[in-house]
Every structure is written in C-alpha cells, then in structure tokens.
C-alpha cells in the first residue's frame, strides 16, 4: 500500500512541479512524512549512506548553514536556506529509498502531464491578448518560465530513452507532446528553451552514434554538426550584414529640416536599423510636435525619454528622417504599431523564435556599438558576470557568507561604472559564479564536482547524463538554485535518478 502512496505522491510533486510552486511544496512535504514509513528510518539511512551522489546533495545544503557563520544578513540567508531545503529533503528522501524503474516511468509520464496542463493555461492567457509588442514569457502562470523550459527539455530526452517501449498510443501521445513543446517554445520565444534542447538532441545523436557505430559514427555525426554550424555562422552572419550595417555617408549631410529646424546629426554611434543609422536626421522636438498631433500617446517631456527613443527606432526601420515629415508620411497601421509597443517595423513581421533572433541581434548590435546591454538579457549577463568575477576576487577563499549575495551585488554595482540601468542591475544569473561568491572556492568545485559525482557510482543511464547536462548548461546562464521552482526541478530529479543509478538501463 505504502508503495502506491509513495508512486502517487512521486506524480504529484512531478506534476505539480510544472504548474505551482504550492503543489510541489506539498508534494514535498508528504513525501518527507512518508519517508518515515516507507522505507522508514533504520533502512532509509542505511539507503542513505550507500549513495554517495545523495549525500553530496546533502553536503550542498550543510555548506549553506556552515556559512552562515560568515554572513551579516541573517534574514536573507534563513530566506535562502528555506529555499535550498528541497536538497535535504530529496537527499533523504529520493536517495534513502528504493525507488523501481517503473515508478521511474510514472514520475516522467506525470511531468509531461504537467507540461501538457501548464502549456493549455498558457495557451488561454495568449489567445486573451491583444495583439501588440508583448513579452510573451509572461504567459507562463505558476512558476518561472525558465524552470518550465529545463521540465520540458528533460521530457524530450525522456521520450528519446524510453522510446523503444512504447505501443502504438504512447508513440502518438509522445509525437503530440514533442511538437506541443515545439509550438510552445516558439510561442514563448524561448531562447534557452531551444538552445538546451539542441545541446540534448546533439548529445543524444552522439550517445546513440557511439553505441551504434562507435568512433565512426561520431566521426560522421561530428562532421555533420561541423557543416551545419558553419552554414548557420554564415547565415547569421548575412543577416547582420543585411540589417544591421549602412551604406549612408556622413558626407554633405543637410543642416536644417524642410520647415527650418536644425537637425542632429550623431555620427559617433553607430546604431543602426533596417540599414540606416539611427541617429542622423533627428529634429526631436519636431518630431514629437508632429507626433502628438497624429497621436494620443506623449512623447514629449523628461519622462518619456523611452516612447520617444521608440519612435526614433521604428522611422529610422522604415528610412524616415526624424523630423515632421517622417511623422507625416507614417501611415495609420504605422501609427497604430508604434501605440502598441512596437519598437521597429520589423517586429510587426517576425513571431516566435524568428523574432526572439532579431532581438539578441539586435541586443549584440547595440551592446558592440554602445557598450548598453540593457536591450538584451543575453548581453546583460555579460555585465553580471563582470560583477561577479569582482565580487570573487574580493571573497576568493571565504566567499561572502550564506545571506550578503544580494548585498555585496548591490554594492559592487554602486561603486562600479559598469553601464547597466538600475532595474537591470541583477545578480550573477550563473550558479557556479553564485556559489563562488558565497562560500569561495571550495564552494565552487564542490557544487561543480556534484556533476561528476554520479559517474563515480557505476554505469550511468542516458536519462540520468541527459538530466545532468540540462541543469549544467541551465547553471551556466542562470541561477538555477536560487528560486523553489529551480532547487525543486534540480533537487527532485538528482535524487530520483540518483536512487536508481546502478538499476537504470540504457
């Protein structure tokens, strides 16, 4: 009986992980209590102690309380140990207990449940908005959209591992799922999304390659990835070439507008859009006298420095001088366009994934001509990642305890140049970056050799690498760990896998 309650609640949290932060809450806190039954204390510990990659888990969350011995901001690290809890608890809990390949099973048919229930709520809250520039990761209701994208890329290796047993209706149930995460990364413009998801299907290809075909075969599928980078480095190349460069002269530009008014005239950035420079032809104050008699939404005035940046960018999309005529010769869909957001021309013509590439083109051509990351949150953590490698300089072997993360981010960003707006002035968005500034070095090659732990265990599944690549390359770009929905998704599945890393067959 025990055994059904344990699978239930296995589901439970799996799904409930994909929706609400509450759900996975509960899930965690009844499958604790039912560690004290199943398999119950004496045993559970005894499991415990034979799982070196749990009781590394475990060592994770006993640095965070030894560190706090080194912090100031007793509040902030009792708020962070709350967080990290699911650690301990899935250390214990997953990892003091036997667990069968099919419950196994169940636990990943309930997480692509869960995708399937977060992705139709996300789908209603899409079709309710009315069409404009919106950041569609805002659809994703419950938890970070994020820490959905890693749920769904792990998903997609599960269906690759359990492939070969599935009849006729789960190949149908797991072709539908696959082209719902597709549909739904595109939707999202999920970057991340798609990026880790190539990182697992090219792994995958060579996994698969090895088995089939040895060194050949990832001598074949190495080339093969070889000339489709190369092509995609090309074409990317082309498309910045296209949008983003200019054959305008500065040479013999004209002095005043057609109703007399001095132009600006900033050759010194090169910002581009649409092939003409942004900054040349810009009466400002015209331009937002002839555009507050077409439109209801002001432009003029110290706060409203962003809308009249805006309207700058999408004229110059459409080769218009920013001036009174430029204003004039805008048609009612333009004007309509630029009151809902817009900021180019462009974006009124791309979706999805087309237009999540423009933007992190878009945000390299700004960051390279400007050194301003604040268009793209790619290029924003290179400005975070420079914070961070300062603050782990200045805390180096000791790190800045469990609690003063935040404040010492805070502070270098005060005391630093560094060119970031204050709403974008985040932290580290890299968790080895994050343990390091924390706990130092020893912080940092513990939390790395957690990803090499699992390989000292005996023969390790393709699910369980495929899990551990996903939460490493997730680590890389964000702080995974410091939030309940990312410790849980880490936390739940490193000690599921891990209690069943000598049984998992291939």
């Not at 180096?396 to 005060?414: M, N, S």
Request: glycine letters at 8%; aromatic letters at 14%; one cysteine or more.
């Amino acid at each position: 009986m025990t055994k059904h309650i344990q699978t239930f609640l296995l589901c439970f949290t799996a799904l409930g992980m994909a929706n609400l932060n509450l759900l996975m809450s509960i899930g965690t806190i009844a499958l604790l209590i039912l560690w004290f039954f199943r398999p119950g204390t004496a045993e559970g510990w005894k499991l415990l102690k034979a799982n070196r990659t749990a009781l590394a888990m475990a060592g994770l969350f006993l640095i965070h309380i030894v560190w706090v011995i080194n912090t100031e901001d007793l509040a902030y690290a009792a708020k962070d140990l709350r967080i990290k809890l699911p650690l301990l608890v899935f250390a214990v809990v997953l990892g003091g207990s036997n667990i069968s390949r099919k419950q196994v099973k169940y636990v990943f048919a309930a997480l692509a449940a869960g995708i399937w229930l977060a992705s139709i709520r996300a789908y209603i809250t899409y079709l309710s908005i009315n069409e404009s520039f919106y950041e569609f990761r805002g659809i994703v209701q419950g938890i970070s959209h994020i820490r959905l994208s890693l749920m769904m890329v792990l998903v997609v290796a599960a269906i690759f591992h359990y492939r070969r047993e599935f009849g006729p209706v789960l190949k149908a149930l797991a072709v539908l799922t696959l082209l719902n995460i597709l549909l739904f990364f595109n939707i999202l413009q999920s970057a991340s999304g798609i990026i880790i998801t190539v990182i697992v299907l090219v792994f995958s290809l060579f996994y698969a390659a090895k088995k089939r075909k040895g060194a050949v075969g990832v001598a074949v599928v190495a080339l093969i990835l070889a000339v489709v980078g190369v092509a995609a480095g090309i074409g990317v190349k082309d498309y910045y070439s296209r949008y983003f460069t200019s054959e305008q002269s500065f040479e013999g530009l004209p002095t005043h507008t057609a109703s007399g008014n001095p132009y600006s005239h900033n050759t010194s950035i090169g910002q581009v859009e649409n092939g003409h420079y942004t900054f040349l032809y810009v009466a400002e104050y015209e331009m937002a006298q002839a555009w507050e008699e077409r439109s209801d939404h002001a432009v003029m005035g110290d706060e409203r420095i962003l809308e009249r940046a805006a309207l700058i960018r999408y004229l110059t999309s459409k080769g218009l001088t920013k001036d009174r005529e430029g204003v004039e010769a805008l048609s009612e869909k333009d004007v309509d366009n630029i009151e809902k957001g817009f900021p180019s021309v462009v974006y009124t013509r791309k979706r999805g994934l087309a237009l999540r590439f423009h933007t992190t083109v878009f945000g390299y051509h700004q960051f390279r001509v400007t050194e301003n990351a604040g268009g793209s949150s790619l290029f924003q953590r290179l400005v975070f990642w420079k914070a961070a490698t300062v603050l782990i300089s200045e805390n180096f072997w000791t790190g800045t305890g469990t609690g003063d993360l935040k404040k010492a981010f805070i502070d270098i960003y005060d005391e630093s140049s560094m060119n970031l707006a204050e709403q974008y002035r985040l932290r580290a968005h890299n968790q080895f970056l994050t343990f390091f500034i924390s706990f130092g070095l020893v912080g940092f090659i513990y939390f790395f050799a957690m990803f090499l732990v699992p390989f000292f265990g005996g023969k390790i599944s393709y699910l369980h690498m495929a899990f551990l690549l996903i939460a490493f390359v997730a680590c890389l770009t964000e702080d995974t760990l410091e939030t309940q929905a990312g410790v849980t998704f880490f936390s739940f599945f490193y000690g599921l896998l891990s209690a069943r890393t000598r049984s998992l067959k291939d």
